[in-house]
Every structure is written in C-alpha cells, then in structure tokens.
C-alpha cells in the first residue's frame, strides 16, 4: 500500500522558514519522481516543485523559485522542501504526490 504522509506545517510570521517533509513508503522510492502541490482556499490545487527519480532534476514554479529547495533522503524514502522567505500568499494545504497518490496534506499558515 502506497502511504505519502506530509509533515512539518504551521504558522509562521512572513519572512520567516518551514521545513516539511513526506514521508513514504509501499513503492520503490528510486524509481518515481516527487511533487509538493498547494491548494488555498477557493483556489485550485497547483504545483510547486518537483524532484526526479533517477538524476535528481528539480522543478520550482515561479512563484517559489529562489525561496523553495525541495531534496530528498532516499536512505529515508523521505523527500523534504525547504521553504524560505514565506509570503503570505504561501498560505495553504501542501500535498505530495507520486504517480497516482496523496498524500493527506500539511497546513501552511503564514500571517503578514
């Protein structure tokens, strides 16, 4: 069974960093390539960053490019984004995803 579980939401000030982490497991880790995805509320879910399988390419919208370092622990089968300089407009539900599952998601909160 496939299991994606995100972790390391909050509340933080604008400015300041998060770390989440999804932790995996039921698949094998080297072979699929990463997402984080964002829903905010009355917006549709849309992608963040990615990270490949095999050579490890990353992938940033726009809009966290720069400020987002998604990587990943394949010792751990965890895969981990690093976001810095959180906006307000940062705010909302962050999922992982491989191939055709979801993870249960992570509150992101950041107050201006």
């Known amino acids: 069974e496939v299991q994606l579980q995100a972790s390391g939401g909050g509340l933080v000030q604008a400015g300041g960093s998060l770390r989440l982490a999804c932790a995996t497991s039921?698949?094998?880790?080297?072979?699929?390539?990463i997402g984080w995805f964002r829903q905010a509320p009355g917006k549709e879910r849309e992608g963040v960053s990615y990270i490949g399988s095999s050579d490890g390419s990353t992938y940033y919208a726009n809009a966290v490019k720069g400020r987002f370092t998604i990587s990943k622990d394949t010792a751990k089968n965890t895969v981990f984004l690093q976001m810095n300089s959180l906006k307000p407009e940062d705010t909302a539900v962050y999922y992982c995803?491989?191939?055709?599952?979801w993870g249960q998601g992570t509150q992101v909160t950041v107050s201006s």
């Open positions: 039921g698949f094998s880790f080297d072979d699929f390539g």
């Open positions: 995803h491989v191939a055709f599952f």
